[in-house]
């Protein structure tokens, strides 16, 4: 302990990103439910006005909807753009700005549409009539066509007394069930293109799904990702394909008349396809390290157009991207990246491979829209101000999304440090640590360890709802970045490959420790909890220590030779840890399940019923032997809720349950 406490003086360093105020009322549960979140922004052709969605829950109907917003670029105006009694999402403006376009499912029976909402003014109007609805959709550069993402159409299913009729699942592929999809049949998604009258014209075909569909800026080609190997549910590759945007018509489409052009050829994941300016280049992400699965960098790569020999631009920068796309002069790629709790947007010089930081403050951006004179407008958070739309002109921030300030407005949010401390073996590791408001320096405080999911994810400097809320209650909270996060490089990263619940559990054991020695963390009184892998790396915790007298596993898993072939990794679980009846040995030792034994913290169980990532067996077996052990447990399950639980009062009742049991056994 003495030696952690004189490495910590060394290597702490904190940046104070919210001061408290001097009211101390903190976030309720309540508020929680109420704040809106921002997504998918994107800007009008003359850039005045940015159009985003917003998802807010629903209290009275106890249902989650999206609604689409603009504001003016000028932050002059912000105005919803879609009614409040339906959701609506994915804001498009057309070439000319005369348009407004977003999908949308109107009705109780309705599948979701393209509708287009005239500038001029008047209702929005659907604009397309797919029977199975459509998935996704963008403008063609001359704003004449569309190109639409749908998946095959099933047939028409049996009525028995005006019902339909149940039939059994019939399963033939390896990859046979996804979270919050269920089981998996052979209807695929393929890529249309729709001039507004007639049918949608398909233009790819076969046994695999199109995804991530951009028109090159001739308007001639789609780029889409796709993975067409022979066995695609074997393997985690996908390539970026280009296929003509032309259709003739009259002239029945089919593969042949639409030949792919395959632009990759990486063996592992290249995905998010962008095309530059002038047509001859695509850039992607790309991971090149295929032996290290999920622990490995997603890099920028450019391609040329044509398909040829591909150029990674990232490879001396170790932290992953997302969302590539040009700058409007085509000299460089903007991207966010994910880089020490953080999530700077970057340029990088196509060229040089350069990398400048645009936007790097104590923030994290999540979506981004470049537009062609300059503007960027973006979505951000930081710790005390939830995901908004933010525009970037000459360097120059400026939020144009204001749905939380009422809520926000009386309440004293939890002051917030990222700090660096020493791990067990001397390896640095980075956490938020979140202080109740009002808090007093030299107090002592309860104090809730919340691992983050993943578990190759960061807690990063946006704002975190939960934490917030714990904090409000009393709490000081430690949200760390063990290694296994992402952020911090790839080898940071991989050192959890095959060998989970070991080095995690040592770097979050020497956060609860640097608390505790810098005097804010009350060693008798702590807690752990968290959701996915946080409720795995918790289960890791209570059974490897013995100091935490609170627990919260979440959506984890404990015994993972019973997952297979009933969760949706068994491809990550072959690569990680082999196949379980030749490896089993693998399997065991890193399965949590084989300590219960050593349990000694009460543990709140929970999870959602039709959770097929992380499956409720889980919780059910874990639960079960803690209650066979006589520790005290409870189990709580979701009913109609996947990995992610989004009923609002099912997300009311979980912050509550938080609230109860912590304060059952911290307070």
């Given amino acids: 302990m003495h030696k952690k406490t004189m490495f910590a003086a060394v290597f702490a360093v904190a940046s104070t990103l919210v001061c408290p105020a001097t009211m101390a009322t903190g976030l309720t549960a309540e508020d929680a439910v109420k704040i809106q979140y921002t997504s998918d922004p994107n800007i009008s052709p003359d850039g005045k006005w940015v159009a985003y969605t917003v998802a807010r829950n629903d209290l009275e109907k106890d249902t989650r909807r999206n609604q689409v917003w603009i504001a003016a670029t000028d932050g002059s105006a912000e105005l919803p753009m879609s009614g409040d009694d339906y959701s609506a999402s994915r804001p498009r403006w057309s070439p000319d700005g005369k348009y407004l376009a977003f999908l949308a499912a109107k009705g109780k029976d309705e599948e979701s549409q393209v509708w287009l909402l005239d500038r001029r003014g008047g209702e929005a109007r659907q604009y397309t009539h797919v029977k199975q609805g459509v998935d996704g959709f963008a403008w063609s550069p001359d704003g004449t066509k569309m190109l639409l993402t749908i998946t095959d159409a099933r047939p028409e299913p049996e009525k028995i007394d005006g019902e339909d009729k149940p039939t059994p699942w019939v399963i033939d592929r ?7 999809v269920g089981y998996l049949d052979r209807y695929r998604q393929h890529i249309y293109v729709y001039g507004g009258e007639g049918e949608p014209v398909q233009v790819t075909f076969g046994d695999f799904d199109d995804s991530s569909p951009v028109w090159s800026p001739d308007g001639k080609w789609i780029a889409f990702t796709s993975n067409r190997t022979e066995e695609p549910d074997s393997n985690t590759n996908s390539d970026i394909w280009v296929v003509s945007g032309v259709v003739d018509k009259g002239v029945k489409p089919t593969a042949d ?22 047509g001859k280049w695509i850039a992607y992400a790309s ?24 150029r990674v631009l990232t490879k001396d920068y170790d932290r992953t991207i997302h969302s590539p796309s040009f ?7 903007y991207a966010v990246s994910e880089d020490d709790g953080r999530m700077p947007l970057i340029s990088v010089d196509v060229k040089s491979g350069k990398i400048k930081r645009v936007v790097d403050d104590q923030s994290a951006t999540y979506e981004f829209d470049a537009h062609a004179k300059g503007p960027v407008a973006l979505v951000r958070a930081t710790p005390s101000q939830p995901d908004a739309v933010y525009v970037l002109r000459k360097g120059k921030l400026e939020r144009l999304s204001h749905q939380n300030d009422s809520l926000l407005a ?70 760390p970045n063990p290694r296994g996060s992402s952020g911090y490089g790839e080898d940071f990263s991989a050192v959890l490959f095959a060998n989970w619940g070991v080095k995690d559990f040592e770097d979050v054991s020497a956060a609860v420790d640097y608390a505790i020695d810098q005097g804010f963390a009350d060693p008798d009184r702590l807690g752990v909890g968290g959701w996915s892998y946080g409720g795995i790396l918790t289960n890791y915790v209570i059974t490897k220590s013995t100091r935490f007298k609170a627990a919260i596993s979440g959506a984890s898993e404990v015994l993972y030779r019973a997952n297979y072939g009933h969760d949706i990794y068994q491809k990550l679980w072959e690569a990680e840890l082999g196949l379980p009846w030749e490896t089993p040995e693998a399997w065991e030792r890193i399965s949590p399940f084989n300590d219960i034994g050593k349990v000694t913290t009460p543990t709140l169980v929970i999870g959602g019923k039709e959770d097929w990532n992380v499956p409720i067996q889980n919780s059910e077996q874990l639960y079960l032997g803690l209650r066979r052990r006589g520790i005290d447990t409870l189990l709580v399950v979701y009913p109609g809720e996947t990995h992610s639980i989004l009923r609002p009062s099912f997300v009311l009742d979980r912050y509550a349950r938080y609230i109860d049991w912590y304060g059952r056994y911290l307070k």
Avoid: C, M
Wanted: proline share 10%; glycine share 10%; hydrophobic share 35%.
């Fill in 327 to 333: 700058a409007p002069d085509g000299k460089s790629v």
């Fill in 410 to 479: 009386n309440v004293t949010l939890a002051s917030v440090k990222e700090l660096k401390f020493p791990s067990a073996d001397g390896t640095t590791v980075e956490a938020f640590f979140y202080f109740p408001p009002g808090y007093e320096e030299g107090k002592r405080y309860p104090t809730i360890l919340r691992p983050h999911g993943g578990p190759v994810a960061q807690h990063d400097a946006g704002f975190y709802t939960e934490a917030q809320v714990l904090a409000s209650e009393g709490y000081v909270i430690i949200a």
């Fill in 174 to 180: 390896l990859q046979f069930k996804e979270d919050g």
């Fill in 257 to 278: 008349s639409h030949p792919l052009r395959q632009v990759t050829t990486n063996p592992g994941p290249d995905h998010s396809p962008a095309w530059s300016p002038d």
């Fill in 287 to 310: 991971v090149v390290d295929l032996s290290k699965i999920w622990y490995a960098t997603n890099h920028l790569a450019v391609s040329p157009a044509e398909g040829g020999e591909a």
